[in-house]
């Protein structure tokens, strides 16, 4: 028996005197997700050089909701993994389309790194300044298989924006690394030095 949705008790109410039943659209729940899709496409401002990364994505979910308790262990949540996951796969046709893919994954294996995050919230006082710090940064190394311990320096600033909400993070290429530190990475051709792994698509919950 296929579910009705209904706008709200006053006006099936009113609408049950005259005999009939008002049905939410169909449309409605399809503008919704194409609203969600829209925001990682219209913030705009993404760039990449051979020395830096920059990057502007939505909001992260609230601490609230990125993790769990599962059998009394701390997870992460399916929003936090699904915010992760968007995140990949928006680097990643970043990363796809730049002509500095190759001098930027060459740099990235030769030094120390600089992580700035400027959260732009509907209110300077909506949510704490750290509490999208560990999502963000998790969500970016993971998608370019970077181990977040290269980052020696972090930046956080926080704005209010009712109209543009929006977060803002530059990783930049800071010293090079001892000699004897460097990790070692493998060759890759041009065409796929950009391609990073990105984590698995999460079922839903």
Same mark, same amino acid.
């Given at each position: 028996m296929r579910t009705i949705r209904i706008p709200s008790l006053p006006?099936?109410?009113a609408v049950k005197r005259k005999g009939g039943l008002i049905l939410l659209p169909s449309h409605t729940r399809k503008s919704r997700s194409a609203t969600t899709h829209l925001e990682w496409n219209q913030l705009g401002g993404d760039s990449l050089t051979p020395s830096e990364l920059f990057l502007v994505l939505p909001l %992260? %979910? *609230? &601490?609230?909701?990125q993790y769990a308790t599962v059998n009394?262990?701390?997870? +992460? =949540? *399916?929003k936090g993994r699904q915010y992760k996951t968007a995140v990949a796969n928006h680097l990643q046709g970043l990363i796809r389309q730049s002509p500095h893919r190759a001098d930027f994954f060459e740099a990235l294996g030769t030094h120390f790194l600089s992580l700035s995050i400027r959260f732009y919230f509907k209110t300077a006082l909506r949510r704490d300044l750290d509490g999208g710090l560990k999502i963000a940064q998790d969500a &970016?190394?993971? =998608? &370019? *298989?970077l181990n977040d311990n290269r980052i020696s320096e972090i930046h956080l600033y926080k704005d209010s924006d009712s109209v543009r909400p929006r977060m803002e993070c530059r990783l930049a290429? +800071?010293? %090079?690394l001892p000699c004897h530190s460097r990790p070692s990475r493998p060759r890759h051709s041009a065409d796929s030095r950009h391609k990073p792994n990105l984590p698995s698509t999460p079922s839903s919950d």
């Open positions: 006006k099936v109410t %992260p %979910p *609230s &601490i609230n909701h009394g262990r701390r997870v +992460l =949540a *399916s &970016i190394c993971q =998608a &370019i *298989s290429m +800071l010293s %090079p």
